[in-house]
């Protein structure tokens, strides 16, 4: 919409001197990234959404569709902790369905490594962002998918299930079919009885081809057998799940919520204190926290690598605009980065043409 | 102005395509030699015949370098991001038929849904460190169906020909290809998912976005659809 790139850049620059009064550091990344770790990370969905250049030498690259993941990789090389970064910018993303969304964007970020205090880490970030916004016509959510992982890392069924539930918690249809199977309410197909129903099913394989190996398909045929011998996940846990999801209130009351439900599940109790300490956190830097939306569910479908406290600031639906600002924690993407060793890591960032395409619509 | 048909260049689909129309009262030859890609149109005016390849014809569609295409409707879906709003499907031919689809090797007895592929996927990422490769040259296609049915831990490779050839090679674990009779994979060891359909693709008779065209070229193709029976 707005095509001022000056007043882009402006702003972009005032936005970055409020994160920098917050301790920032300002950095940088390269435009073009090495497309394997990206994919690697994100997957193949990755090639839809970033450009992709070719290098006779260094293969093929990826025009950066975000700054997270560069950062987090100098963060972790750079060994120093705490720290606290800002960044700006050009991104780019592949627009294959709404072609009248730009394809190049300036951002700006801010990001906290510092493990001493979560729930201080992820307000300061939330209300400088809001603080940013406090003027703008946008509307913030929240959410948190570690209360999600939390309860399906405690349900009470096997290892397998439940790693399988951690690895779909971002895909909704296939965790929702996941889940009707492990609790007996769709049958398994055909051809798995059949192939359960053998009594040597390796007997009669065809001859192997390429890199998977007959001890990888007699592995995964065990693991059918265990998954077809362990008793359903109970239609309690079930419910329980279902009601979690479905939490999407302002956040005193999500709270309250969530508090009933952890008491059939105490496995998210953890998490829910945590999210109790950064409501206290939130009040304490002024967000009105009783008018502050809370929705489970919240970043499910589009925030892969956040596995904390995620947040959104959104415009009028009517004005058919993508998030201005989005952020969240990702310490599971730091230790991903890191070879193993993680860092509590927060942060988000803003889109200044879109906020001037907000304030430019009132 | 005329009506710029795209008509595939060579080969079967050319001859099918010839044939479809002329058992419709329009003829379609090559002018000239054998050799020269130029042609005509009998039986209807107002029509000019432009041969091009079939993978061309999405693309030249698109800009409106032609108003009407005959080529395969999986790469029309493959070539063109939203393409029932950029082009639209006057008729289906009735020829040209294969299936997009997914196979593995045979030997993986435990793999025959897409759910099993996803779960092979992941076991097949944590054992070899890299995520399993599907070789395809319908990128955009394949990547759209395994993600709406929730497949995760795999990447594609690109692979524009002898594509059965790649997991016997172990450039892939899996293939993403065209087949019409799935005697190609057989004889490859290979075997398609019970529910690895991705597409049912056949020759088709599209048409690109009308903004430009003249009264003349709405009333030729009007002309045209009460020929074809579309």
Redo the contacts between chains.
């Keep these: 919409m707005t095509t001022d790139r000056q007043d882009t850049w402006d702003r972009a620059r005032a936005y970055q001197g409020v994160f920098m009064q917050q301790g920032a550091v300002v950095t940088d990344a390269d435009y073009m990234q090495q497309s394997d770790l990206l994919?690697?990370l994100y997957?193949?969905?990755i090639?839809?959404r970033a450009f992709t250049t070719h290098d006779p030498v260094r293969g093929e690259l990826m025009l950066r569709p975000d700054f997270t993941v560069p950062i987090v990789q100098h963060h972790m090389a750079s060994g120093a902790d705490p720290a606290r970064y800002t960044y700006l910018g050009k991104v780019f993303r592949k627009q294959?369905?709404v072609?009248t969304r730009e394809t190049e964007f300036v951002q700006v970020g801010f990001e906290i490594f510092d493990g001493s205090d979560p729930a201080a880490a992820d307000a300061e970030v939330f209300a400088t962002f809001a603080s940013i916004l406090k003027d703008v016509p946008v509307t913030a959510s929240t959410g948190d998918i570690g209360i999600l992982r939390a309860a399906v890392q405690g349900l009470n069924t096997t290892p397998a299930r439940r790693a399988?539930l951690m690895?779909?918690l971002w895909?909704p249809?296939?965790?929702k079919?996941l889940l009707d199977r492990y609790c007996g309410l769709i049958a398994a197909?055909a051809?798995?009885r059949a192939?359960l129903d053998a009594a040597d099913?390796?007997a009669e394989?065809?001859?192997?081809?390429?890199?998977?190996t007959?001890a990888?398909?007699a592995?995964?045929?065990d693991?059918?057998r265990t998954d077809a011998a362990a008793d359903p996940i109970s239609q309690i846990e079930r419910d329980l799940l279902d009601a979690l999801l479905k939490v999407r209130e302002t956040a005193p009351h999500a709270l309250t919520a969530l508090r009933d439900i952890a008491v059939d599940l105490p496995s998210i109790s953890t998490a829910v204190d945590g999210l109790a300490a950064r409501l206290d956190a939130l009040a304490a830097r002024d967000v009105d926290v009783d008018a502050l939306p809370f929705e489970t569910s919240y970043g499910r479908t589009s925030m892969e690598y956040y596995d904390g406290f995620v947040f959104g600031f959104d415009a009028d639906p009517g004005l058919n605009l993508p998030a201005v600002a989005t952020g969240g924690r990702y310490d599971a993407l730091t230790a991903v980065l890191g070879g193993g060793t993680g860092v509590p890591a927060v942060g988000g960032v803003i889109r200044p043409a879109l906020v001037a395409d907000v304030e430019g619509a009132q | 102005m005329t009506l710029k048909l795209g008509v595939p260049s060579k080969g079967r689909l050319m001859e099918k395509t010839f044939d479809w129309f002329a058992a419709r009262g329009v003829t379609l030859r090559k002018s000239g030699t054998d050799r020269e890609y130029a042609g005509a149109v009998d039986g209807i005016d107002g029509i000019e015949l432009v041969l091009l390849s079939a993978g061309e014809i999405p693309r030249e569609l698109n800009a409106g370098r032609i108003h009407l295409g005959v080529t395969g409707s999986d790469l029309v879906r493959e070539k063109l991001?939203?393409w029932d709003q950029r082009v639209v499907d006057v008729a289906k031919m009735g020829f040209g038929g294969a299936d997009l689809i997914i196979a593995v090797?045979?030997?993986?007895?435990?793999v025959?849904?897409l759910?099993?592929l996803?779960?092979?996927a992941?076991?097949?990422r944590a054992?070899?460190g890299?995520?399993l490769r599907i070789a395809t040259k319908y990128?955009?296609l394949v990547?759209e169906f395994?993600?709406d049915?929730?497949v995760?831990?795999?990447?594609?490779i690109d692979s524009q020909g002898a594509t059965e050839g790649t997991?016997?090679n172990?450039t892939?674990?899996a293939i993403a290809d065209i087949t019409s009779t799935g005697e190609t994979l057989r004889a490859?060891?290979?075997k398609i998912l019970?529910d690895g359909m991705i597409h049912a693709s056949q020759a088709t008779l599209f048409r690109g976005r009308r903004e430009q065209w003249t009264p003349d070229m709405r009333a030729t193709f009007k002309a045209l659809q009460s020929k074809l029976g579309a």
């Design positions: 994919l690697d997957g193949e969905d090639r839809a294959d369905v072609e399988a690895r779909h895909r249809r296939r965790f079919a197909p051809s798995r192939l099913p390796m394989m065809p001859p192997l081809l390429g890199l998977r007959r990888e398909i592995g995964r045929i693991a059918l | 991001s939203s090797p045979q030997a993986w007895i435990d025959d849904t759910d099993d996803d779960a092979a992941a076991a097949f054992h070899h890299f995520r990128h955009r990547r395994l993600r049915n929730g995760a831990d795999y990447q594609l997991i016997r172990e892939a674990e490859n060891g290979l019970s």
